[in-house]
């Protein structure tokens, strides 16, 4: 892999998701030691089919899969959906592929697309990920352009990104013992270079409850330079430290400024009460979005009301394009949405 100043040094950045996209990828899962119950890993093969074909009727999709599945996935996929021979273990793109950057100048002596890899590791070693480890290098070969190593260990969900220099995360996923050792101010250091940031905005999360010690991506969302959605319930519950730690969060970018030095303008959307799936561990996460070309892709969790509400939110925040809202219930089970099982490759204009 290319060392980690090549990104900065060189111009690659992480453009904003809402950027015109070549691709999406996304991977399909099938490890049986992950998921044991055939009967839920097909209704998550589908919640996944159900997204990809969501996406292809807007963009091109690319499913990971060992060749060996391809035969029993092709009658759940899309004609829209190729599928290519890189074997993954779960479906998680996000966090197991490459975060994509782009050089946005036209010098033609190198490519003006890299790979960027975080080591995937299965969040600190929480689950097999043999194949899931090596997909950013695979798919960086198959692509043919730059491997670069961010010289750190995470996940793409762990950070979101404005497209204008400014990143969000929460440190709990990050300045974590089974990722990283470094200060935290080493391991920003690295994600603005890895990244192409400027400025870092970080709230603490909460480390050790769930498998990601909470991805941002599953609270707070750029929608634009200086806006962030995110998503809370009514009141923090003591009892309940992931709502302390989101309603923290909060507060902190209420009182933050983006790297043009903007107070960011922070839109508020509410939690599902009602939904279809009731176990306390489920992800419901309206803003575990996916912003393709065309399309805002959006989970749907049972509540007629809170439901309405998010989508009528998107369809405000993002006026130029059709928000399409799905049941994948069989996701937030496993801990993650829409997001956390697509990632995008940028266009090259």
Not at 70 to 81: D, I, K, P, W
Not at 229 to 245: G, H
């Amino acid at each position: 892999m290319t060392p980690l100043p090549l990104a900065r040094a060189t111009g690659f950045k992480m453009p904003d998701e809402a950027e015109p996209h070549a691709r999406t990828f996304m991977q399909w899962p099938v490890n049986r030691v992950v998921h044991p119950d055939p009967e839920f890993l097909r209704m998550l093969q589908q919640s996944i089919a159900d997204i990809a074909n969501a996406i292809a009727a807007f963009e091109p999709v690319v499913m990971l899969m060992d060749r060996s599945f391809q035969h029993t996935a092709r009658r759940m996929l899309s004609a829209g959906v190729e599928i290519w021979d890189i074997p993954p273990d779960d479906l998680w793109c996000r966090d197991a592929g490459p975060v994509f950057l782009r050089r946005d100048d036209h010098d033609t002596s190198g490519s003006r697309l890299a790979a960027l890899s975080f080591n995937f590791n299965g969040w600190g070693n929480r689950q097999t990920h043999r194949n899931d480890g090596q997909v950013a290098a695979r798919l960086a070969e198959r692509l043919q352009i730059p491997l670069i190593d961010s010289g750190l260990v995470g996940e793409g969900g762990g950070v979101e990104t404005d497209g204008h220099g400014t990143l969000l995360a929460h440190a709990s996923c990050w300045a974590h013992e089974n990722r990283n050792r470094e200060p935290l101010d080493e391991i920003e250091r690295r994600l603005l270079a890895a990244l192409g940031g400027k400025r870092m905005i970080w709230a603490p999360g909460v480390k050790n409850l769930d498998i990601t010690d909470f991805h941002i991506d599953a609270l707070a969302r750029f929608v634009g330079p200086g806006k962030v959605l995110i998503q809370l319930p009514e009141r923090a519950d003591p009892a309940d430290p992931i709502s302390v730690a989101a309603f923290e969060t909060h507060d902190i970018l209420k009182n933050a400024r983006d790297a043009e030095g903007r107070p960011l303008e922070v839109i508020v959307i509410p939690d599902p009460w009602d939904t279809r799936v009731t176990a306390p561990d489920f992800v419901a996460s309206y803003v575990n979005y996916y912003v393709c070309n065309g399309a805002v892709i959006a989970a749907r969790f049972g509540d007629r009301d809170t439901d309405a509400e998010a989508r009528r939110t998107l369809e405000r925040l993002y006026p130029d394009r059709e928000v399409v809202t799905l049941n994948v219930d069989a996701i937030g089970e496993t801990g993650g949405g829409i997001h956390c099982a697509t990632q995008q490759q940028p266009a090259l204009s």
